[in-house]
């Protein structure tokens, strides 16, 4: 009974949902918030049009699952794509491409979350992150970018992309990469998802916004 319970459906936001063993992380002050809780206020971000729009232009925020399998087909050996829902992939890289900046939510699993935003409008990668620059595996994120490229590759080869916005190219994987914080924020282990939550909703594109706290 009790592992039937703690499998119950508690959440669910458009395609998000909370499970009830995934809220255990917001009850114990000693666990990171996990990809579920995550994606659940990613998600309602998404239904605030003040965080679409921004000084930087237009936003799209990715939820970590999306990520994860960003980060899935960046790994080598190279993927070869065979999606039997290529419509849905083809709605993941319009997304990207109406957009001026891609938040993109990183993990280092079981050790950190960051995220990085995918600025077309200068052809630049920023990172976030809670532990200000003193991060210097990035791994996850080569790995991300290159999925994200490989993506948007192979549904160009199937449709026509209005690549408008992506002045600089899709070659998002060699662009350069710029820490946006310097100093760190987070002074214990296990605060980095809220930090970098914080982050994806008040990031300007230059600067944080006077509301993050």
Not at 31 to 60: K, T
Not at 113 to 121: D, F, G, L, M, T
Not at 167 to 190: C, F, L, N
């Amino acid at each position: 009974m009790k592992g039937k319970k703690e499998k119950s459906l508690l959440v669910r936001i458009d395609d998000a949902w909370v499970i009830r063993d995934d809220m255990d992380c917001l009850l114990n002050g000693d666990v990171q918030v996990n990809g579920a809780v995550i994606s659940a206020y990613i998600q309602l971000m998404r239904h605030e049009e003040h965080l679409l729009h921004r000084e930087g232009g237009d936003v799209y925020l990715e939820n970590t699952f999306i990520t994860q399998l960003l980060h899935r087909d960046g790994e080598p050996p190279a993927t070869t794509w065979n999606y039997s829902r290529n419509d849905m992939v083809e709605t993941w890289v319009q997304n990207y491409l109406k957009a001026d900046m891609v938040f993109l939510p990183i993990n280092i699993v079981k050790f950190h979350w960051y995220v990085a935003i995918v600025n077309a409008s200068i052809g630049e990668i920023h990172v976030l992150d809670s532990f200000g620059d003193q991060m210097s595996n990035f791994q996850d994120l080569e790995y991300t970018l290159i999925g994200m490229e490989r993506m948007i590759k192979h549904v160009a080869e199937h449709i026509q992309l209005d690549r408008q916005k992506w002045k600089h190219g899709i070659e998002v994987s060699s662009w350069p990469t710029k820490h946006m914080i310097t100093k760190r924020a987070q002074t214990d282990g296990v605060s980095c998802g809220l930090w970098m939550l914080n982050y994806m909703e008040y990031w300007t594109g230059t600067t944080l916004s006077g509301a993050m706290t």
